[in-house]
């Protein structure tokens, strides 16, 4: 463990796996607050929707 955990922080590849880790975690959390937005949005759009249909 304590050998992997040095290759890790040392080396070019456990460095360029570290930042790899990191984009795709930030990818993630973009991907998830992009589509609640849009989710939100929607809702937002049918309730409006429903709510003219319902005069």
Partial sequence: MNIAVQDLF???????????????????????????RHIAEDEAAQRQQQDKLAR
């Fill in 10 to 36: 040392t080396t070019d590849i456990g460095l360029l796996s570290l930042v790899t880790i990191g984009v795709v975690i930030g990818i993630a959390s973009y991907m998830v607050v992009f589509v609640r």
